[in-house]
Nanobody
Framework: QVQLAESGGGSVQAGGSLRLSCAAS???????IGWFRQAPGKEREGVAF????????RYADSVKGRFTITRDNAENTLSLQMNSLKPEDTAMYYC???????????????????????????WGQGTQVTVSS
C-alpha cells in the first residue's frame, strides 16, 4: 500500500511558477507515480509521470518544456515544478500511483488511454492551482 499527500498549490499570475509536492508513504519502487489534473467540466488529464526505478518520465504535450517532475529519494517525495504557467493550467492537481510494475501504463497515461488511467489505484486529496491572466 502507498499513501499520497499533495502540497504546494496556490494562485499565481500567468507566466509565474509553482512547485507541487507529493509525499509518499510506503514502498514506491517500480510504481508509476505522477500528476493528474482536472478542471471544472473537463475530464481528468495525465500531466507528468515517473516510473520509479526505471528512469522513465512522461509528460503531456500541453506541459512539455514547462513542467518538470523530479523525485527526492531520501524524502520519498515527488515534485512537479511548473513554470511559464498559463490560465489553462488552472485545475485541481492530484498525485496518483499504480501498483508496482506498471511501466506500460506510465508510457500511455499521458495519451489519455482509459486503461492506463484505471491502473492508478492510489490517489491523494488534490491541491488547487489557479492561474490568472
Amino acid at each position: 500500500q502507498v499513501q499520497l499527500a499533495e502540497s504546494g498549490g496556490g494562485s499565481v499570475q500567468a507566466g509565474g511558477s509553482l512547485r507541487l509536492s507529493c509525499a509518499a508513504s510506503g514502498d514506491t519502487y517500480a510504481r508509476c507515480i505522477g500528476w493528474f489534473r482536472q478542471a471544472p467540466g473537463k475530464e481528468r488529464e495525465g500531466v507528468a509521470f515517473m516510473h520509479i526505478g526505471a528512469g522513465l518520465t512522461r509528460y503531456a504535450d500541453s506541459v512539455k518544456g514547462r513542467f518538470t517532475i523530479t523525485r527526492d529519494n531520501a524524502e520519498n517525495t515527488l515534485s512537479l515544478q511548473m513554470n511559464s504557467l498559463k490560465p489553462e493550467d488552472t485545475a485541481m492537481y492530484y498525485c496518483a500511483a499504480t501498483p508496482p510494475y506498471h511501466g506500460a501504463e506510465c508510457r500511455l497515461v499521458v495519451t489519455g488511454d482509459p486503461s492506463a488511467l484505471r491502473a492508478f489505484e492510489h490517489w491523494g486529496q488534490g491541491t488547487q492551482v489557479t492561474v490568472s491572466s
